[in-house]
């Protein structure tokens, strides 16, 4: 992404609201950033080569949580002024 990193897109969805589950997919990433990105709610950080399982045990794993949160709460509603996330290049 230029000009933006993953973690500064997952900062702009938590103040925005917007709770998903993020996996962070990465060829540059260190142990710090990783922190960082699981701390603020990450639900995996994948180092680029990596099995393909392994992205699939990450969905199953967001799917998991997201129902189990979803099942718990009631859903949040989005502010009307922020109903949907800008399209890429706008």
Same mark, same amino acid.
């Given at each position: 992404?230029?000009?933006?990193?993953?973690l &500064?897109?997952?900062d702009?969805?938590?103040?925005?609201?917007? &709770?998903?589950?993020?996996i962070f997919?990465?060829?540059?990433?260190d142990?710090?950033?990783?922190?960082r990105a699981?701390?603020?709610g990450?639900? &995996?950080?994948?180092?680029?080569?990596?099995?393909?399982?392994?992205?699939?045990?990450?969905?199953?794993?967001?799917?998991?949580?997201?129902?189990r949160?979803?099942?718990?709460?009631?859903?949040?509603?989005?502010?009307?002024s922020?109903?949907?996330?800008?399209?890429h290049?706008?």
């Amino acid at each position: 992404m230029p000009g933006q990193s993953g973690l &500064d897109l997952q900062d702009v969805l938590i103040a925005g609201g917007y &709770d998903i589950p993020i996996i962070f997919i990465t060829g540059h990433g260190d142990i710090p950033m990783a922190v960082r990105a699981m701390k603020a709610g990450a639900v &995996d950080v994948l180092p680029k080569p990596f099995e393909e399982q392994t992205l699939l045990n990450a969905i199953q794993q967001a799917v998991s949580q997201r129902r189990r949160t979803s099942a718990s709460a009631e859903p949040p509603s989005l502010p009307e002024s922020r109903t949907t996330l800008p399209r890429h290049g706008q």
